[in-house]
């Protein structure tokens, strides 16, 4: 019933930036939580991201500084940027929406990070 469509990851030197996009089917408003989360090989998937209802933003103290979450809310759309990108963040990343009951996913956009 809710599709989110993530998009924006790829290949990127060190340092450089990337921004994804998770453009949600239906109103932002809708959602008390939305967010990124990623995994990477091996590892446990862990919140990057997320923004509260009310504004109250949300970051992994390895991101936070470097990752600003933003969202449109005309075009139903949750952004993360990610500047000054390190090779311990690539990995696949995850957009995420939360209704009372039922939490909806993404597909997935690979940001893999290496020169």
């Known amino acids: 019933q809710v599709q989110l469509v993530e998009s924006g990851g790829g290949l990127v030197q060190p340092g450089g930036s990337l921004r994804l996009s998770c453009v949600v089917s239906?109103?932002?408003?809708?959602?008390?939580?939305m967010g990124w989360y990623r995994q990477a090989p091996g590892k446990q998937r862990e919140l990057v991201a997320n923004?509260?209802?009310?504004?109250?933003?949300n970051y992994d103290g390895s991101v936070k500084g470097r990752f600003p979450i933003s969202k449109d809310n005309a075009k139903n759309t949750v952004y993360l940027q990610m500047n000054s990108l390190k090779p311990e963040d690539t990995a696949l990343y995850y957009c995420?929406?939360?209704?009372?009951?039922?939490?909806?996913w993404g597909q997935g956009t690979q940001v893999t990070v290496s020169s």
């Open positions: 995420n929406v939360k209704e009372l009951y039922i939490d909806y």
């Open positions: 239906r109103s932002l408003s809708a959602f008390y939580n």
């Open positions: 923004i509260i209802s009310g504004g109250i933003m």
